[in-house]
């Protein structure tokens, strides 16, 4: 971090008005040689050695400063390792005014504030900080554990700090047989624990037989915010900035402007915002407003009179005060939960069915058949809306709806009003010009690639942008008579790979900035909103988020780039800069199969992509993919990716096989399929998973998890695997008789990815246990299996409050939300599960993500402790359904937690991992 001396001065001068002096804190700042460290002293002694004063200039104007500079020089280089509060290597102006601020007397919640540590800062979380200050600038030390003599009955141990205790009890073979503490609060100093000799399930274990004792102790995991992915749109106020994206199921479909703002809408929206406004610069989100039901979107807006209009796909156009949005849940026009505002009138075509809340997705609304433009050219109010497939465009009262007039056009699509009142429609492959006087369409151009939508620019002599779809996805400038006057964007439009940010993809609307410029968004990774200035340069672009439950995975040994999802089949390759904690688009792919399809809704923590690294080269993994697995291989040169290899384990055994890439196409050939016919099968959809080798691992029906293994390479670096096999011959490990329905099927419900891989080849899973429903579930299940699938422990966890009315895993002691949805991944040899939502979900002492060390001993959540120094406690909410997530190992002794949410995807460092304290000891059942 950089910092100026005129601005290091007022943080100063600001805490000087705080406190002049105070009693020294117990790091060695007192540099002045006096007994306790003053900030007006000791402080600006500091500062001016970090800002890099030396000589007279360092004690210049100080009283009582040693007479000779070199004194203070030396005293402070001795002491800069202790200094270095953020311990990046060097003592700088960063920890010289941490150091100012805590003389000051602030609270230590306000030391790191406004400060952007640099990339090499390794204690940068603010409660960190406090305690390494607190405790005299020395780094916090895990403390110790001591378990004393074997009894019969009891444990008694010694701690040489305050922590939180996990214990349990072993047999002889290493099976973990009773816990007694999970992360439970113990004090320094002398505790015992009470066995009964009873193990978890009740049952009384042999009398006098020694067992063995594991306790571990932690100081809880701690959470920081980083910053989040997928959506760059302004953030507001209240509940409005409690998601950042706009929509999920759909992407960006419609954008309108006023003096006022920006306005934007989308499709398919659950549980965010369908709708908001912004400044023109972005800066601010205004307001956000909320769909009425699940699938209920804005299709097209137009702004008329300070009121917006927006077509929505259940065919209702709604209105109401261009500052006046729906709350959350609440309808516009139509009561809901006895809250509604504006009002709406009936758009379909009469005697055209309506469709069902979970039909919105095939209306012809969402379909995008239907446009609507509204303008006032001098007390004269009209509003239009097309009727593709009716060949129709109608004039509307704009307060009731009514038709007041209509014009014949065949397919009609896009509509916009020019400033003399006439209306230019978007048919066919042309645009023509009608008014209610004059019904006889004009044709101002022809010869068009699929237009879609049209805005007309009426401050700048009716100029008109057309957005082509089809084989062309451009955008065209036309004159009022028309023209070509611009044409922006590749022909074909924006291809896989690199991104260009002005070309596009499957344009929804464009809209005139009425300065020359014009809006677009795309339903297309990344799912944008972007402003473009006449000459077809981008002036700004805003992400408005993802599909539903995305999913980030960091490449392997480099977190500063993570793949994911955007649209329904679509990924983007992102790059990181934790500095400026902030991203930027590298890349983007439509991901297919090998016979050319695109794969559906790849990617929403149920069917996902994670990039593999293997012989120096790069994969991305689909794991889930029901019941079929795929991989692509990237090419990072051209930054291309194609399939390279997939398989498909199905019920149906007369469809079993294993396709790998021969000729480097990334299409199957006949010739490289090996197709394999067995008895029974069954896998279970949700349970395929790759490991670091690209081995696969299926969770068969039939109560086993089996092992597809690479035997080696061909010669374009698709993996070769062994033959599909036997059930028996293929088995890699049994499932614990706890994962067993009476029948000896499997039982496993909910985790959509149960099982994570060690770096020394052991295997942990995570299992929901029995199907209650939606996310409930009888049990649930941690497992540890060594690399020959030898069962090492397992936990069984029993069933505890209500949500959805049904029951779900419970940890004893824990108060857990849901049930486990999946396996994170393995840091610092300990186990990460989530389940329904994965976060903090802001109630007291409910836990919605899970750890567990090799020991099975339970850690805690990784958000046991949020930073909110910085941001509020709402950025710490995950809510991804299908608990989409990855953690990784940091340089710097944390982990980085890629979380998943609605519509996007938050990142946040976890530390804490290096103060784990264990030991272990006997004890004697009574």
């Given at each position: 971090?950089?910092?100026?001396?005129?601005?290091?001065?007022?943080?100063?001068?600001?805490?000087?008005?705080?406190?002049?002096?105070?009693?020294?804190?117990?790091?060695?700042?007192?540099?002045?040689?006096?007994?306790?460290?003053?900030?007006?002293?000791?402080?600006?002694?500091?500062?001016?050695?970090?800002?890099?004063?030396?000589?007279?200039?360092?004690?210049?104007?100080?009283?009582?400063?040693?007479?000779?500079?070199?004194?203070?020089?030396?005293?402070?280089?001795?002491?800069?390792?202790?200094?270095?509060?953020?311990?990046?290597?060097?003592?700088?102006?960063?920890?010289?005014?941490?150091?100012?601020?805590?003389?000051?007397?602030?609270?230590?919640?306000?030391?790191?504030?406004?400060?952007?540590?640099?990339?090499?800062?390794?204690?940068?979380?603010?409660?960190?900080?406090?305690?390494?200050?607190?405790?005299?600038?020395?780094?916090?030390?895990?403390?110790?554990?001591?378990?004393?003599?074997?009894?019969?009955?009891?444990?008694?141990?010694?701690?040489?700090?305050?922590?939180?205790?996990?214990?349990?009890?072993?047999?002889?073979?290493?099976?973990?047989?009773?816990?007694?503490?999970?992360?439970?609060?113990?004090?320094?100093?002398?505790?015992?624990?009470?066995?009964?000799?009873?193990?978890?399930?009740?049952?009384?274990?042999?009398?006098?037989?020694?067992?063995?004792?594991?306790?571990?102790?932690?100081?809880?995991?701690?959470?920081?915010?980083?910053?989040?992915?997928?959506?760059?749109?302004?953030?507001?106020?209240?509940?409005?900035?409690?998601?950042?994206?706009?929509?999920?199921?759909?992407?960006?479909?419609?954008?309108?402007?006023?003096?006022?703002?920006?306005?934007?809408?989308?499709?398919?929206?659950?549980?965010?915002?369908?709708?908001?406004?912004?400044?023109?610069?972005?800066?601010?989100?205004?307001?956000?407003?909320?769909?009425?039901?699940?699938?209920?979107?804005?299709?097209?807006?137009?702004?008329?009179?300070?009121?917006?209009?927006?077509?929505?796909?259940?065919?209702?156009?709604?209105?109401?005060?261009?500052?006046?949005?729906?709350?959350?849940?609440?309808?516009?026009?139509?009561?809901?939960?006895?809250?509604?505002?504006?009002?709406?009138?009936?758009?379909?075509?009469?005697?055209?069915?309506?469709?069902?809340?979970?039909?919105?997705?095939?209306?012809?609304?969402?379909?995008?058949?239907?446009?609507?433009?509204?303008?006032?050219?001098?007390?004269?109010?009209?509003?239009?809306?097309?009727?593709?497939?009716?060949?129709?465009?109608?004039?509307?009262?704009?307060?009731?709806?009514?038709?007041?007039?209509?014009?014949?056009?065949?397919?009609?699509?896009?509509?916009?009003?020019?400033?003399?009142?006439?209306?230019?429609?978007?048919?066919?492959?042309?645009?023509?010009?009608?008014?209610?006087?004059?019904?006889?369409?004009?044709?101002?151009?022809?010869?068009?690639?699929?237009?879609?939508?049209?805005?007309?620019?009426?401050?700048?002599?009716?100029?008109?942008?057309?957005?082509?779809?089809?084989?062309?996805?451009?955008?065209?400038?036309?004159?009022?008579?028309?023209?070509?006057?611009?044409?922006?964007?590749?022909?074909?439009?924006?291809?896989?790979?690199?991104?260009?940010?002005?070309?596009?993809?499957?344009?929804?609307?464009?809209?005139?900035?009425?300065?020359?410029?014009?809006?677009?968004?795309?339903?297309?990774?990344?799912?944008?909103?972007?402003?473009?200035?006449?000459?077809?340069?981008?002036?700004?672009?805003?992400?408005?988020?993802?599909?539903?439950?995305?999913?980030?995975?960091?490449?392997?040994?480099?977190?500063?780039?993570?793949?994911?999802?955007?649209?329904?089949?679509?990924?983007?390759?992102?790059?990181?800069?934790?500095?400026?904690?902030?991203?930027?688009?590298?890349?983007?792919?439509?991901?297919?199969?090998?016979?050319?399809?695109?794969?559906?809704?790849?990617?929403?923590?149920?069917?996902?992509?994670?990039?593999?690294?293997?012989?120096?080269?790069?994969?991305?993994?689909?794991?889930?993919?029901?019941?079929?697995?795929?991989?692509?291989?990237?090419?990072?040169?051209?930054?291309?990716?194609?399939?390279?290899?997939?398989?498909?384990?199905?019920?149906?055994?007369?469809?079993?096989?294993?396709?790998?890439?021969?000729?480097?196409?990334?299409?199957?050939?006949?010739?490289?399929?090996?197709?394999?016919?067995e008895n029974f099968y069954g896998y279970n959809a949700l349970g395929l998973r790759s490991d670091a080798g690209l081995n696969y691992y299926a969770h068969n029906v039939g109560g086993s998890v089996i092992k597809i293994k690479v035997t080696g390479w061909n010669a374009i670096g698709a993996p070769i695997y062994e033959p599909i096999q036997s059930?028996?011959?293929?088995?890699?490990?049994?499932?614990?008789?706890?994962?067993?329905?009476?029948?000896?099927?499997?039982?496993?419900?909910?985790?959509?990815?149960?099982?994570?891989?060690?770096?020394?080849?052991?295997?942990?899973?995570?299992?929901?246990?029995?199907?209650?429903?939606?996310?409930?579930?009888?049990?649930?299940?941690?497992?540890?299996?060594?690399?020959?699938?030898?069962?090492?422990?397992?936990?069984?966890?029993?069933?505890?409050?209500?949500?959805?009315?049904?029951?779900?895993?419970?940890?004893?002691?824990?108060?857990?939300?849901?049930?486990?949805?999946?396996?994170?991944?393995?840091?610092?040899?300990?186990?990460?599960?989530?389940?329904?939502?994965?976060?903090?979900?802001?109630?007291?002492?409910?836990?919605?993500?899970?750890?567990?060390?090799?020991?099975?001993?339970?850690?805690?959540?990784?958000?046991?402790?949020?930073?909110?120094?910085?941001?509020?406690?709402?950025?710490?909410?995950?809510?991804?359904?299908?608990?989409?997530?990855?953690?990784?190992?940091?340089?710097?002794?944390?982990?980085?937690?890629?979380?998943?949410?609605?519509?996007?995807?938050?990142?946040?460092?976890?530390?804490?991992?290096?103060?784990?304290?264990?030991?272990?000891?006997?004890?004697?059942?009574?």
């Amino acid at each position: 971090m950089q910092i100026s001396l005129s601005k290091y001065w007022c943080a100063v001068v600001f805490t000087v008005a705080v406190k002049a002096a105070v009693a020294a804190t117990s790091c060695p700042t007192a540099v002045s040689g006096a007994t306790a460290a003053t900030l007006t002293v000791d402080g600006v002694l500091l500062a001016r050695y970090a800002l890099g004063m030396r000589g007279s200039a360092l004690t210049a104007g100080i009283r009582n400063s040693p007479s000779l500079p070199t004194t203070v020089e030396s005293s402070i280089a001795a002491a800069k390792t202790a200094l270095d509060v953020d311990d990046d290597g060097a003592f700088t102006p960063t920890d010289a005014l941490i150091l100012a601020r805590s003389m000051a007397g602030m609270p230590s919640t306000a030391w790191t504030a406004g400060i952007s540590f640099g990339a090499a800062a390794k204690r940068t979380d603010a409660n960190l900080i406090a305690q390494y200050i607190a405790a005299g600038c020395v780094a916090v030390s895990a403390g110790t554990v001591v378990i004393g003599a074997t009894v019969i009955g009891q444990i008694n141990y010694t701690l040489s700090k305050s922590g939180r205790i996990s214990l349990a009890i072993y047999d002889t073979s290493g099976q973990m047989v009773r816990t007694l503490l999970n992360a439970a609060p113990r004090n320094a100093g002398a505790n015992s624990e009470t066995w009964d000799g009873k193990d978890d399930a009740g049952a009384a274990l042999p009398a006098g037989q020694t067992y063995t004792v594991k306790i571990l102790m932690t100081q809880g995991l701690r959470a920081e915010y980083l910053m989040t992915l997928q959506t760059t749109l302004p953030t507001g106020q209240g509940w409005v900035d409690r998601e950042l994206a706009l929509g999920n199921h759909d992407g960006p479909t419609s954008v309108a402007v006023d003096n006022s703002g920006i306005y934007l809408g989308t499709g398919g929206a659950e549980n965010i915002a369908n709708a908001m406004k912004m400044t023109w610069d972005g800066s601010k989100r205004l307001w956000s407003a909320n769909q009425p039901a699940v699938w209920m979107g804005r299709h097209a807006m137009a702004v008329m009179g300070g009121r917006l209009y927006a077509l929505q796909q259940d065919g209702w156009v709604i209105h109401q005060g261009v500052d006046e949005p729906n709350w959350p849940w609440s309808s516009v026009g139509a009561a809901s939960n006895g809250d509604f505002i504006g009002s709406r009138w009936d758009a379909l075509w009469p005697g055209a069915p309506r469709p069902g809340s979970d039909d919105y997705r095939d209306s012809p609304a969402l379909q995008m058949n239907m446009d609507l433009a509204a303008h006032d050219n001098g007390n004269n109010p009209q509003l239009v809306i097309t009727h593709r497939d009716q060949n129709t465009v109608q004039w509307r009262n704009p307060a009731t709806g009514a038709v007041v007039d209509s014009v014949s056009i065949p397919a009609p699509m896009g509509v916009a009003f020019d400033a003399q009142g006439n209306v230019l429609v978007a048919t066919q492959d042309r645009i023509v010009r009608v008014s209610r006087t004059n019904k006889t369409p004009q044709v101002l151009v022809s010869g068009l690639i699929g237009p879609y939508r049209i805005d007309v620019d009426r401050a700048n002599n009716d100029e008109f942008v057309v957005a082509e779809r089809s084989a062309s996805q451009q955008v065209k400038r036309f004159s009022a008579v028309g023209a070509l006057l611009a044409t922006y964007g590749r022909s074909g439009g924006r291809l896989d790979g690199v991104y260009v940010d002005k070309d596009f993809r499957n344009i929804t609307d464009v809209t005139s900035d009425q300065q020359g410029g014009f809006f677009v968004t795309e339903r297309s990774a990344p799912r944008r909103v972007a402003r473009f200035d006449r000459a077809g340069n981008v002036v700004k672009e805003w992400y408005a988020g993802s599909h539903w439950s995305p999913i980030a995975t960091p490449e392997p040994g480099n977190p500063n780039v993570v793949w994911m999802q955007s649209e329904h089949n679509e990924y983007v390759r992102a790059e990181l800069d934790y500095a400026s904690r902030s991203w930027r688009v590298h890349s983007t792919y439509r991901i297919r199969r090998a016979d050319g399809s695109l794969i559906w809704s790849l990617g929403t923590g149920i069917d996902v992509l994670k990039p593999r690294r293997v012989n120096g080269k790069l994969y991305l993994a689909g794991d889930g993919m029901n019941g079929e697995f795929t991989l692509w291989s990237v090419d990072e040169a051209q930054w291309s990716v194609r399939p390279i290899a997939a398989a498909a384990f199905q019920a149906d055994t007369s469809n079993l096989w294993l396709w790998a890439d021969s000729d480097g196409d990334g299409f199957a050939q006949p010739n490289e399929y090996r197709r394999f016919s067995e008895n029974f099968y069954g896998y279970n959809a949700l349970g395929l998973r790759s490991d670091a080798g690209l081995n696969y691992y299926a969770h068969n029906v039939g109560g086993s998890v089996i092992k597809i293994k690479v035997t080696g390479w061909n010669a374009i670096g698709a993996p070769i695997y062994e033959p599909i096999q036997s059930t028996s011959l293929m088995k890699w490990v049994s499932m614990p008789s706890e994962l067993l329905k009476p029948n000896g099927e499997s039982n496993n419900y909910g985790s959509a990815h149960p099982l994570a891989f060690a770096s020394n080849g052991d295997v942990y899973g995570t299992f929901g246990v029995g199907d209650r429903g939606w996310s409930a579930v009888d049990a649930g299940l941690v497992v540890r299996w060594d690399a020959t699938g030898k069962l090492l422990w397992n936990r069984k966890l029993g069933v505890s409050g209500s949500y959805y009315d049904n029951n779900h895993t419970h940890v004893p002691g824990v108060n857990m939300w849901s049930t486990f949805k999946n396996n994170v991944g393995i840091v610092y040899n300990a186990v990460v599960a989530q389940d329904f939502n994965g976060g903090n979900n802001g109630y007291a002492g409910q836990n919605i993500s899970y750890v567990w060390n090799d020991d099975g001993l339970f850690v805690g959540g990784l958000f046991d402790a949020i930073d909110t120094t910085k941001v509020t406690a709402r950025y710490y909410n995950l809510s991804s359904e299908n608990g989409a997530g990855a953690i990784v190992e940091d340089s710097d002794g944390s982990a980085l937690y890629f979380g998943g949410t609605e519509a996007a995807n938050h990142v946040y460092r976890i530390r804490g991992w290096n103060e784990f304290a264990r030991s272990s000891g006997q004890v004697r059942a009574p």
